[in-house]
């Protein structure tokens, strides 16, 4: 059977991003299945540029909604009015978790590790 994915780091501060199960959970399951881990490959330095990529997406995206929203006097009056509607709360986080700066390549390595299992069967 081979597995990839995203596995929490143990961190003292909080990770952008929640995503990932517990490495030692993980095993410690995986442990009560008649499997024998064959490979255990991390993959984090090659996954973390994208993430670099994806932030630097959103900041453009980011920019070109602001440029947008403030062309026109009357488009911007707007923009505030929906602003203060119930969704901005919405807006706010998400505009927090993806246009913060911090779901970058260098973050991703520090509180991620993305990596390749390999069992077989025993």
């Not at 995203?6 to 008649?34: C, D, M, Q, W, Y």
């Not at 490979?39 to 090659?46: A, I, S, V, Y």
């Not at 909604?65 to 901005?88: F, I, N, P, Q, Y």
């Amino acid at each position: 059977m081979l597995i990839t994915d995203i596995f929490r780091v143990p961190n003292e501060t909080r990770a952008p991003s929640a995503a990932g199960h517990e490495l030692p959970k993980f095993r410690e399951a995986v442990s009560r299945f008649p499997l024998e881990p064959l490979e255990d490959f991390d993959m984090t330095d090659g996954i973390a540029p994208t993430f670099d990529l994806l932030d630097r997406a959103y900041s453009e995206a980011l920019q070109r909604r602001t440029t947008c929203c403030w062309r026109g006097s009357r488009r911007a009056t707007v923009d505030h009015e929906v602003r203060t509607l119930e969704v901005s709360q919405k807006m706010d986080r998400y505009e927090s978790k993806h246009f913060s700066g911090r779901r970058n390549g260098a973050s991703f390595k520090q509180y991620k590790s993305y990596r390749l299992l390999l069992f077989r069967k025993r």
